[in-house]
């Protein structure tokens, strides 16, 4: 009987445990339903802030590549441009350079015949000065100076110029190849060149040395054979290079007054001709005269 009511108390006892045990639970059901309610929200919203964080890093990554195209880009353009400016510079700045000297050039030799024109115009003045208190007349005779190429003209223009002063003439006016001398009448010209051309023959058929009185018409004429063609004239002298040949000759005062004859020494291949049809006494082929090669130096 005793074991009876010890089995009933214990089993009350867990009745009532279990009881107790199930209120409890039925309380706490609703928080722990809540708790997993917020766990599901929690992982939800993690999951949408990995997307998020997900979606922001590729747009950064894309911005940051536009960035890095954009950069790109302006250096490129910025190589452009640098090579742009550069081959403005090597092309443009040159030539308006070369422009600005040649106009400079230009003003520069227009205004020195400019003063020459005055000077010119002064010397004729006193001249007429001098006429009116009966002093003879200046004399003036016509030159010209001619190369082929244009460029080789320079190398004749000093020895010629210096070869006129040799004989007592100065240099009036230039028009382009043309020249206007004073200071010698054309017969006196005639005489000290038909002198001048007897010594060159004579120096060219003996091969000997040429005298002191034909070194500027040495140097005049060595500048003459140093070009591929070309003529000049002094007064009634006259000298012309062709491929072939190299003579000189002394026209007559007749000659000079003939419309045929003007501007010889500017067709060099037509005035060939023209000089080896005068006497022997005015005329004289150069063209193997060795005094006029430049001597070879030495190795």
Not at 112 to 119: C, F, I, K, N, Q
Not at 158 to 173: H, I, K, N, S
Request: charged share 30%; glycine share 10%; with cysteine.
């Amino acid at each position: 009987m005793t074991v009876i009511l010890v089995l009933l108390c214990l089993a009350i006892a867990g009745r009532e445990l279990y009881l107790a045990f199930e209120r409890k639970r039925s309380a706490g059901a609703p928080e722990i339903a809540d708790i997993r309610t917020q766990l599901t929200a929690l992982k939800g919203t993690r999951d949408e802030l990995e997307g998020f964080r997900a979606s922001q890093r590729e747009r950064l990554e894309g911005l940051t590549a536009e960035q890095d195209r954009e950069k790109e880009s302006l250096r490129e353009t910025d190589a452009r441009i640098r090579s742009l400016i550069a081959q403005i510079n090597d092309r443009m700045v040159p030539d308006v350079n070369d422009r600005l000297t040649r106009q400079r050039d230009a003003l520069d030799r227009l205004s020195r015949e400019v003063a020459g024109l005055r000077g010119h115009l002064v010397g004729r003045l006193d001249q007429a000065v001098a006429a009116s208190l009966g002093a003879d007349p200046a004399d003036v005779v016509a030159g010209g100076l001619t190369a082929e190429p244009a460029a080789a003209r320079s190398a004749l223009t000093g020895p010629y110029e210096r070869f006129a002063e040799r004989y007592g003439l100065r240099v009036e006016l230039t028009d382009r190849d043309r020249y206007y001398l004073s200071g010698r009448s054309p017969r006196g010209l005639e005489r000290d060149f038909i002198d001048l051309v007897r010594v060159l023959r004579t120096t060219s058929e003996n091969g000997g040395p040429p005298g002191e009185v034909t070194q500027e018409a040495r140097a005049l004429l060595g500048a003459l054979r140093g070009i591929g063609q070309g003529g000049l004239q002094v007064g009634p002298l006259l000298a012309v290079r062709t491929n072939k040949s190299l003579l000189c000759g002394v026209l007559t005062l007749a000659d000079l007054r003939r419309p045929e004859t003007a501007g010889l020494w500017d067709h060099p291949v037509d005035a060939i001709p023209r000089l080896r049809r005068l006497p022997e006494g005015r005329r004289c082929d150069l063209t193997a005269w060795p005094a006029l090669t430049r001597p070879e130096r030495s190795r």
